[in-house]
């Protein structure tokens, strides 16, 4: 009752991901400084940096896998505390594909995809299994529904691990850079896949360095740098006019070969 | 040297055997109860549950420190002396019981050590797609953890079908106790001995053989 007293308050008016001054720490590294984000209904922002920058920690905080220190996060409106009812409220809302797949080996991609359904959202086993083969055929995998995660390849195991999220009906998407452990003909059917969720109207944050696929979806770059966001912008400014030095720097270094 | 005598060693056969109900219920109940309380002493260790985690490392350390025909002579003979309610243990009960705690330290460790094992991943992909803490153990972690312990606690349950022998020391007639009885009637020591030894060897190589077919089929998913 009051979760979906909340959900109808804030649905439409409220940003799908707020931060404001977000600051986290491991022991002593200042990992997140002062991070203020705002991702609208529908965005697709790319974000991009050195490595150790704090891209993926910052995406990692939006699901509580890992805590932030200082600072306010909501998503969709509800605002993240230490209370677990509102963890787990807010990570069923907040699909995640991580640059290892971390599909369950023990199961099949389908009993992987349908874990969520039958016992996060307590539906009926059949239901959950129509629902889940729906998404398969989505990032066209169904034929190998029955097989175990480690027969398949790279590229099949990151799309059936996005099939795994969207069947819990995720309000956003994160991924942690998710062609990073692909080989090189692997990655374009997990772009493709990615491609199209975006032009489905998926609020996506993308930690990545496919700077095509920036290009050609995103509605936002953010560049970040020692915690720090240091640049944000269209990508077409992003890429052709970059204002800080550091931006230059990394650009040149990563479209320079 | 006298010949062996094969005739003697058929006959005692079908008069063993009645006896080794006794032994693998003995055998089974201990693994069961070992089991039990070897997966509640891996979780308060893994999750270091406070002043709990303290006790289950003295209650490891006692059970591994100790041999287990002292621990056996300790409830059967001792503890009655100090628990007046004891009186009336029996021979079978303080077996299953020492064979449960003395057993139960070891696997409490393999157990763990299988649960610590199973990548932090795993819980990261669980917790992402809503399950809570108690779903992605008994979903995830639990059966993953199964497949790495299976072998280690086989190993157990075969040690322990063969420790059960020691009940005998408690005036228990189980398969050694029927031996030694035979064995003294007849004075055909070592054909009685070899005798019950083989029995041992058949079961133990039988529980190999279902040993072999579950890890197959704990394996089934990782086959390439």
Sequence with gaps: ?257 | MNVLDVDYMVGLVPVLIRYLPLTLAMAVAGMALALVLACGLAVIRVLRIPGLNGATLLFISFFRGTPLLVQLFLFYYGLPQVLAFLTQINGVTATIMGLTLHFSAYMAESIRAAIVGVDRSQTEAALSIGMTNGQLMRRIVLPQATRVAVPTLMNYFIDMIKATSLAFTLGVTELMGATQKEAAGSFLYFEAFITVAIIYWLIVEGLAWFQRRLETRLNEAYRR
């Design chain 1, 1 to 257: 009752m009051n979760e979906q007293a909340t959900t109808a308050a804030n649905a439409d008016d409220a940003l799908m991901v707020e931060m404001r001054g977000l600051n986290k720490w491991f022991g002593d590294f200042h990992v997140l400084r002062e991070i203020y984000l705002e991702v609208e209904r529908g965005e697709r922002i790319v974000i991009c940096g050195p490595s150790g920058s704090g891209k993926s920690t910052l995406i990692r905080c939006i699901n509580h896998l890992e805590e932030f220190q200082k600072g306010d996060l909501s998503v969709g409106g509800l605002p993240m505390t230490q209370d677990v009812k509102r963890i787990e409220q807010i990570r069923r809302r907040v699909g995640m594909v991580f640059q290892h797949f971390n599909l369950f080996p023990h199961l099949t991609v389908l009993e992987n995809c349908c874990l969520s359904p039958i016992w996060v959202q307590k539906k009926p086993r059949k239901e959950a299994e129509a629902q889940a083969m729906n998404y398969l055929e989505r990032v066209q995998i169904a034929e190998q529904a029955l097989k175990y995660p480690g027969q398949l390849s790279g590229g099949q195991q990151q799309r059936v691990a996005i099939a795994r999220s969207l069947c819990m009906h995720p309000e956003v998407m994160l991924f942690d850079e998710p062609t990073s452990a692909l080989d090189p003909e692997m990655i374009k059917e997990v772009l493709d896949v990615m491609v199209e969720l975006a032009h489905e109207g998926m609020t996506m944050l993308c930690v990545t360095h496919e700077m095509g696929f920036a290009k050609t979806v995103a509605d936002r770059v953010i560049f970040m740098d020692q915690g720090q966001i240091i640049e944000e912008n269209a990508p077409e400014a992003f890429f052709n006019d970059p204002q800080s030095e550091r931006t230059q720097l990394f650009l040149s270094q990563i479209l320079g070969h």
